[in-house]
């Protein structure tokens, strides 16, 4: 099949062209950069420069790949985030989520595509009632915290926006927390140097669950989802659901540091707001169920534990 992947050169990204070229599809990709041209000619793509942000540009693009399936994995985020400025700091990434998701969908529909792939997140939107492991079927947050509500609108707007797109296969898939090469949790990211500087403590009792998966897992189930996904969401997270009071101090003693602070929640919300520390005592996790029952996926990085000595190595 013809592929355009949108967002190529991102940390997904450079996974995913890589395995589609190798399971045989014509893959094209886009990037804002004319300087990453050359990273996707040597990773066997067809590299278009385009702004997703014009629907011009991106009418143009889609037009000139005549693609079989769109691949949405644009956002905009680089270095460590602000949370007490939440939805300040994912603003590009929200726009990329509501009008470059409308801008690919309607450039999509005009020349046919089978499937429409976008990129989601498992990482915060669930309720924050009931169990602690969640499935695709459990609501949304009815109430995100202020700071959030931007990002969640823009997370409804284009999950519904693809699901609902009846004239194609629109598929999401709701990642969990990236780890591996290139993201924020590779021994080089940003957040391993918070966690190696006790820059990163445990808020109030730790109790939000938080579920990663590994970049190379993630592109994996992309690769099936372009390939035999059905119009859905999928949540793409490994086996290991796990609260903050547990996986933060196991990944600072295998990096070979202090434990990480305890600081209360009052505190945690007056230094890093409300959204941080949401996230740290309230969040639920994900489960994978159906994405290995419907997509045929395993994980071959099937929880973070094992994966804790790699990163500190």
Same mark, same amino acid.
């Given at each position: ?13 450079? /996974? ?11 893959? &094209? ?27 011009? /540009? ?19 985020? &680089? ?14 990434? $929200? ?23 976008? /990129? ?17 079927? +459990? ?20 999950? +519904?926006?693809?699901?609902?797109? &009846? ?43 938080? &579920? ?22 999928? $949540? ?51 489960? $994978? ?25």
């Amino acid at each position: 099949m013809k592929v355009l992947v949108a967002g190529a050169t991102g940390a997904l990204g450079k /996974q995913l062209v890589p395995r589609l070229v190798a399971a045989g599809h014509e893959v &094209s990709g886009t990037t804002r950069s004319a300087a990453k041209r050359e990273a996707l000619f040597e990773s066997g793509a067809h590299p278009l420069v385009a702004d997703m942000l014009d629907p011009d /540009q991106v009418a143009e693009a889609v037009a000139e790949v005549a693609p079989d399936v769109i691949v949405h994995e644009l956002t905009s985020l &680089s270095g460590a985030m602000d949370l007490r400025h939440f939805d300040r700091d994912f603003a590009l990434t $929200n726009r990329l989520r509501t009008e470059a998701t409308d801008h690919l969908l309607a450039a999509g529909r005009a020349v046919g595509i089978k499937r429409f792939v976008a /990129q989601s997140y498992a990482g915060w939107p669930y309720a924050r009632t009931g169990g602690r492991v969640k499935t695709e079927d +459990d609501p949304l947050d009815p109430t995100p915290v202020d700071d959030m509500r931007e990002s969640f609108d823009a997370i409804r707007h284009l999950e +519904d926006a693809v699901t609902g797109a &009846s004239w194609t296969e629109g598929i999401v898939l709701r990642y969990g927390g990236f780890y591996g090469p290139g993201t924020s949790m590779a021994p080089d990211g940003d957040h391993v140097k918070m966690i190696r500087e006790r820059k990163f403590p445990v808020v109030g009792d730790g109790a939000g669950v938080w &579920s990663f998966v590994h970049i190379e897992d993630a592109a994996d189930a992309t690769v099936l989802a372009v390939e035999r996904g059905r119009r859905g969401i999928y $949540n793409i997270v490994d086996d290991e659901p796990a609260p903050v009071a547990d996986w933060l101090p196991a990944m600072a003693a295998a990096l070979g540091g202090k434990p990480p602070r305890r600081v209360p929640r009052w505190f945690g919300r007056l230094v890093a707001g409300e959204a941080a520390t949401v996230m740290m005592t309230e969040v639920r996790g994900a489960s $994978n169920a159906k994405a290995k029952r419907e997509l045929g996926w395993e994980p071959r990085h099937p929880t973070w534990r094992r994966e804790v000595a790699a990163v500190a190595a």
